[in-house]
């Protein structure tokens, strides 16, 4: 399935999980609980189109076929996109979008880490700079699991519930990579064989503070980002980001 | 290089030196953070360069937020401001590393914050400080340290939004980063 070389793919796995979550995050204007938590959202959602325009832009450059951040953000088609299956769910109550965000926030935040020290230094520069917008984006998420595991008894119900919902989907955070480990062996990037480790370990950290169980260890299935088997979500948020540049080629303000 | 930016260098009837730097500088104190306007593009310390390339004043900008969708607006009024100064096709680029830091800030910048009722960063930036966000932040307009974060964020991604317990005045934050 794959069109491009491994660190394409990879520049494109972090970009388009960072824009398909902003996407989702938009969605909340006008309908959050609380106007300081929408503007929280569409913040947390700014700094990740930002962190998406910077890995589209160093793409665009690899692919060279006169391809820009635009036209991977709008030009292409579900099965192209790399996006995590986590960030494509629906947002759900406020518990499913935090537990998401939670789960994508501490991702971010250890492979970032990570990727801090790559050999390729575009990706150094772009992780550092990312970094720290993702560690206040995790402070928060981190707080909100807390609040409302540890919260009211409906709170709480709804986070067990909320992890229920998308924890099956955080097999992919989890997962080795060939790709990956070819990579880090051509050193462009460091190896992030212990990214699973670290990940869970944040996630045991604060579930245990939430009063929240931690489920069993999630099990690979059919759908993957990595060659575009998305879950039928993705489709239609793709139908209303993109609308715009696709019924209107090139129109711009 | 085009052949009419050849003829149209930033060179040209000027002595291409350090004055010239020195007066672009002084030209970039006046251009002011479209969101923030009491603060500059000096203060914030997101010019992190200007030379002299191939005839051109060559200025090297590092954005704050990834995000921050004042970042073109300000470049465009770098470029704007030099030109209306006489350097009639200056270059303006981005550079990300190393990151921005609130660090960078000036002391004028952060006294100007203050007096425009912004509560400038408190201490300097680094990961734990991110991590905790335990830092008593001072009420811009009474001077008192028994404020609290009402939200993590402000108006903009780079403020968080506080309130003063002895004042009772709400006021923003200029996050530490």
Redesign the interface.
């Known amino acids: 399935m794959t069109k491009y070389d491994e660190l394409t793919e990879f520049l494109l796995r972090l970009g388009d999980s960072a824009l398909i979550h902003a996407q989702r995050l938009c969605e909340w204007t006008g309908r959050a609980p609380a106007l300081?938590?929408e503007?929280?959202m569409m913040?947390?959602?700014?700094?990740?189109?930002?962190?998406a325009?910077?890995w589209y832009e160093y793409a665009a450059e690899r692919i060279n076929d006169g391809t820009d951040a635009d036209t991977l953000a709008f030009r292409r088609d579900e099965r192209a996109f790399r996006n995590l299956l986590l960030v494509e769910q629906p947002n759900g109550d406020f518990a499913v979008t935090m537990t998401k965000q939670f789960f994508y926030d501490a991702w971010q935040f250890h492979l970032l880490t990570m990727l801090k020290d790559a050999g390729d230094?575009r990706i150094?520069?772009?992780a550092?700079?990312?970094l720290?917008?993702v560690?206040?984006h995790?402070?928060?998420s981190s707080q909100w699991v807390e609040r409302l595991g540890d919260g009211t008894e409906e709170s709480h119900q709804r986070m067990e519930k909320a992890i229920d919902t998308v924890w099956r989907f955080t097999f992919e955070l989890v997962e080795k990579s060939d790709a990956e480990l070819v990579l880090s062996e051509s050193g462009n990037i460091p190896a992030l064989s212990e990214l699973p480790e670290q990940w869970l370990a944040t996630v045991n950290n604060v579930f245990a503070k939430a009063t929240l169980t931690v489920p069993d260890e999630p099990s690979a299935f059919y759908l993957s980002a990595r060659t575009g088997m998305h879950s039928e979500h993705l489709g239609m948020l793709l139908a209303e980001m993109q609308f715009l540049q696709r019924a209107y080629p090139d129109a711009s303000w | 290089m085009p052949a009419g930016e050849l003829i149209a260098t930033d060179q040209q009837g000027r002595s291409g030196g350090e004055a010239d730097i020195q007066y672009a500088y002084s030209v970039l104190e006046e251009v002011m953070d479209p969101e923030v306007p009491v603060v500059s593009v000096m203060d914030l310390g997101i010019v992190r360069d200007i030379s002299w390339a191939d005839g051109h004043l060559f200025v090297v900008v590092t954005p704050t937020?990834?995000?921050?969708?004042a970042t073109e607006y300000i470049e465009t009024s770098i470029r704007d401001a030099l030109q209306n100064a006489g350097f009639s096709h200056p270059k303006v680029a981005q550079r990300?590393?190393?990151?921005?830091?609130t660090d960078w800030i000036n002391e004028q910048g952060r006294n100007r914050l203050k007096a425009y009722g912004i509560a400038p960063p408190v201490g300097s930036?680094s990961?734990r400080s991110?991590?905790s966000?335990i830092t008593p932040v001072e009420c811009p307009n009474c001077g008192s340290e028994d404020t609290e974060q009402?939200?993590?964020?402000?108006?903009?991604?780079c403020k968080s939004?506080y309130r003063c317990k002895f004042c009772l005045e709400p006021f923003d934050y200029f996050?530490c980063?």
């Open positions: 300081e938590e503007m929280g913040n947390v959602g700014l700094d990740l189109v930002g962190q325009r910077n230094e150094a520069a772009i550092t700079k990312s720290k917008e560690t206040y995790l402070r928060r | 937020y990834s995000g921050c969708p990300l590393d190393p990151a921005w830091t930036s990961k991110l991590l966000g009402l939200s993590e964020f402000g108006s903009t991604a939004l996050k980063i």
